[in-house]
């Protein structure tokens, strides 16, 4: 049955309609679609448009056909237009001219609006409960490993010591941003566009607040020509999700180098690796990859709503049936790779003494020779100068700094005294960078305790 045949003398091509169709993605918003068709019918019931009694017969025939779907006596049928249909014919079916009258003063340009804000809302609440989970593994994980040194880096060369923990902080504000922004494209999705009609609105006496009430939303929208078009919140939820793949992606990257022998800072659990078909010796780090791979097709797939959006005139337009696919496939990767990120994260186990020898080399603590020498009365720029050039006579002769004579030292700068061994010293370097920000042990416990507890307010703890 087609919702709109009595304008038509033919039947449409079989080609076209399987082009038309959406039930294939939008089946997934059954059950929103009849909460929203509830909600509908009750408010029609309490506002005079139909009969009470027919109301609550409607309610209860809806009701039914979700116990029924729910429990596998009411397969979808797949040959309809779209999941509105689906339901209405079924409900006609059932009710007879009851089932008719659902439809009033509704159009699905209003009810298709209603069920994608109904149905990522949902989403968006489970990506956040998985985010925040993310979160806690990596501030207990900080905690473990606040005092553990590693070399910190730029442009991928060794440039300052910092410790494992306040490098998995630094995701962890990532990852807290993302949260934010999830909270914040929730909240903004969160009205509701029912009795906004096919564009106009309608002359029914609806009360559009009790629709919205009885369906969990803030208010209505003020402007039926928004309500039935605006898909910033498709948009928004997209860019947020892309954003959150990007940091996966950019950690799974250093979880990948780290993996390797020529870091060997971490190692993966057996149950979240995988080996090679011809080389035995191989472990493979798969699911970090898959992440990595995976953030191109959720950048994809924010770039199709974009694009689909941006020559729309006012007000619905058939492109807007690709807003689905898109929004639902960004969901369902973040979703899906959370799934096998989080708990691969939770079992990695780090080799600081890896991480520590690494630090030991590249000069990572020039810096910090640099500062004793401006603590000593030095300007900065000729105490910088004066450590590149005992760097670079470290490099001809094979030292390092730690190893580097005092009389060396002495010939490069009279200031230098045996204190200067203490001054470089991973560990002083470290421990000594307690401004706030900083990868001092106490700062990254702190952190960590400050963030936990950001969750436990938004969980309500």
């Known amino acids: 049955m087609k919702l709109w045949t009595g304008r038509f003398h033919k039947e449409l091509d079989k080609t076209t309609n399987d082009f038309n169709s959406s039930i294939s993605f939008d089946s997934r918003m059954v059950k929103e679609d009849i909460q929203g068709s509830i909600a509908h019918a009750t408010m029609l019931g309490a506002c005079g448009v139909l009969d009470k009694a027919e109301s609550e017969k409607i309610c209860a025939g809806l009701e039914g056909i979700l116990s029924d779907i729910e429990s596998g006596a009411l397969p979808i049928d797949m040959s309809a237009e779209d999941v509105h249909t689906f339901i209405e014919a079924e409900l006609t079916a059932r009710l007879g001219d009851s089932g008719k009258r659902l439809h009033t003063a509704r159009s699905r340009n209003d009810q298709v ?45 060794r440039a300052q010591p910092i410790t494992f923990g306040h490098h998995l902080m630094a995701y962890a504000e990532m990852f807290l941003r993302d949260l934010s922004r999830l909270e914040d494209a929730q909240r903004r999705m969160n009205v509701c566009p029912l009795g906004s009609g096919a564009l106009a609105g309608t002359t029914y006496p609806l009360d559009r607040g ?45 979880i990948i180098l780290w993996c390797s022998w020529e870091f060997k800072f971490v190692e993966l659990d057996d149950a979240f690796s995988t080996g090679s078909s011809i080389m035995p010796q191989k472990k493979n780090p798969d699911i970090a990859e898959l992440v990595r791979g995976k953030t191109g097709r959720v950048v994809g797939d924010l770039t199709t709503l974009l694009t689909m959006m941006k020559g729309l005139p006012l007000a619905y337009n058939k492109d807007m049936q690709e807003d689905k696919e898109a929004v639902f496939d960004a969901v369902d990767t973040l979703h899906m790779c959370l799934l096998a990120f989080v708990p691969m994260l939770d079992t990695m186990k780090a080799l600081p003494e890896n991480m520590r020898k690494a630090a030991a080399g590249g000069f990572i603590n020039a810096t910090d020779c640099a500062d004793y020498l401006v603590g000593k009365g030095l300007p900065f720029r000729d105490a910088y100068k004066v450590t590149g050039a005992l760097v670079a006579w470290c490099i001809d002769h094979h030292e390092t700094l730690e190893t580097l004579p005092l009389a060396e030292y002495r010939a490069h700068c009279e200031l230098f005294g045996e204190d200067v ?31 936990l507890a950001i969750l436990d307010e938004k969980e309500g703890k």
């Open 210 to 254: 009790l629709t919205a009430s009885l369906l969990g939303f803030d208010g209505p929208t003020h402007n039926s020509l928004d309500g039935v078009s605006d898909r910033d919140f498709c948009m928004e939820l997209a860019a947020a999700i892309a954003i959150c793949m990007v940091h996966l992606s950019r950690f799974s990257e250093e």
């Open 421 to 451: 061994y203490d001054a470089i010293s991973l560990e002083r370097c470290v421990n000594g960078r307690r401004v706030l920000g900083g990868p001092a042990p106490e700062n990254v416990r702190r952190e960590a305790a400050r963030v």
């Open 113 to 157: 609006a209603l069920d994608d804000r109904l149905y990522l809302r949902g989403r968006c609440e489970e990506l956040r409960g998985q985010l925040t989970e993310l979160v806690r593994v990596l501030c207990h994980k900080a905690e473990e490993h606040a005092g553990d040194v590693m070399p910190g880096y730029t442009h991928l060369q």
